[in-house]
T-cell receptor
Framework: GQQLNQSPQSMFIQEGEDVSMNCTSS?????WLWYKQDPGEGPVLLIALYKAGELTSNGRLTAQFGITRKDSFLNISASIPSDVGIYFCAGQLIPGTYKYIFGTGTRLKVLA | GAVVSQHPSRVICKSGTSVKIECRSL??????MFWYRQFPKQSLMLMATSNEGSKATYEQGVEKDKFLINHASLTLSTLTVTSAHPEDSSFYIC????????????FGQGTRLTVV
């Protein structure tokens, strides 16, 4: 099936550092969602983006919907140990279908 | 709000038997429910989309006779893995959307299926 390219694939960072990850596609998307998944659990929605250029924050998390509508970025500021997990982007390819394509994931590990 | 519950969280079954997984929206009526499959250290792959009262739409390469989906009400969808084989072992996750927040999908906790 189709997937979005996410980078980096994994990253180790020190507690307190800022984190940045992105998601790119060759297709245009109408909505971008960012999720966090802990081991053995379902993904939890972090941020939803609806318009090109939109910048939205949720606590220490900030995400942006790229102007070209083909990419999105997620930043985490002042990382803490509980930020550990896998972060997925998801793009809505066809408006109104509620159908999402998921990114390949970014595995984040925070070193205390 | 927007809680999706999946049951069971883990199941082990013998090869050749069938297994049913339930997905419930607890505090909203789900217009649409989705079923995903996730292999270890990989992303979520959409298997099928199910709308209440109608037949599910399966993604290319997913066997509809193998993975039976029933969306009998606005709060319940079930996935039945029929005649399970070891290669069907995986993490299955459902998600649900509703009209008021139609562009967001909320996920269940997932079901770890192991076929022995």
């Amino acid at each position: 099936g189709q997937q979005l390219n996410q980078s980096p694939q994994s990253m180790f960072i020190q507690e307190g550092e800022d984190v940045s990850m992105n998601c790119t596609s060759s297709s245009i998307f109408n909505t971008w969602l960012w999720y966090k998944q802990d081991p053995g659990e379902g993904p939890v929605l972090l941020i939803a983006l609806y318009k090109a250029g939109e910048l939205t924050s949720n606590g220490r998390l900030t995400a942006q919907f790229g102007i070209t509508r083909k990419d999105s970025f997620l930043n985490i500021s002042a990382s803490i140990p509980s930020d550990v997990g896998i972060y997925f982007c998801a793009g809505q390819l066809i408006p109104g279908t509620y159908k999402y394509i998921f990114g390949t994931g970014t595995r984040l590990k925070v070193l205390a | 709000g927007a809680v999706v519950s999946q049951h069971p969280s883990r199941v082990i079954c013998k090869s050749g038997t069938s297994v049913k997984i339930e997905c419930r929206s607890l505090d909203f009526q789900a217009t649409t429910m989705f079923w995903y499959r996730q292999f270890p250290k990989q992303s979520l792959m959409l298997m099928a989309t199910s709308n209440e009262g109608s037949k599910a739409t399966y993604e290319q390469g997913v066997e509809k006779d193998k993975f039976l989906i029933n969306h009998a009400s606005l709060t319940l969808s079930t996935l039945t893995v029929t005649s399970a084989h070891p290669e069907d072992s995986s993490f299955y996750i459902c998600s649900a959307s509703f009209r008021a927040r139609r562009t967001e999908a909320f996920f269940g906790q997932g079901t770890r299926l192991t076929v022995v």
